[in-house]
């Protein structure tokens, strides 16, 4: 069983940064696909950033590239999310989520999910 935990979540004026964390357990992480999601109330769970299994590739969705970057730690099997120049569009509930069958991007897809942590970011 694959158990992800965030970690790291707060409140920030614009324009300041935060990172995210997401610890995995199991031995599989090192050969899964990660993903960040958000989740405003009353919204569709959004894809924010992919990253490959081995780290090598990472992928954003345009409303954050530049700002936010994935990052993971297979021999602490760790995610990471560090937020920078963060504007209030950004606040959300924010997810790590793994193992996806299917499309990357769709909320659907993925098998394992942690329980969210919130960003607030105000003006």
């Known amino acids: 069983q694959v158990q992800l935990m965030e970690s790291g979540g707060g409140s920030v004026q614009a324009g300041g940064s935060l990172r995210l964390s997401c610890r995995v357990s199991?031995?599989?992480?090192?050969?899964?696909?990660m993903a960040w999601f958000r989740q405003d109330p009353g919204k569709q769970r959004e894809w924010v950033t992919g990253i490959s299994p081995g780290g090598g590739s990472a992928y954003y969705t345009e409303a954050v590239k530049g700002r936010f970057t994935t990052s993971r730690d297979n021999a602490k099997n760790m995610l990471y999310l560090q937020m920078n120049s963060l504007k209030p569009e950004d606040t959300a509930m924010y997810y790590c989520?793994?193992?996806?069958?299917?499309?990357?991007?769709?909320?659907?897809?993925?098998?394992?999910w942690g329980q969210g942590t919130q960003v607030t970011v105000s003006s």
């Open positions: 989520a793994a193992n996806p069958i299917g499309s990357n991007l769709k909320e659907s897809s993925y098998t394992f």
């Open positions: 199991g031995d599989r992480y090192r050969r899964d696909y």
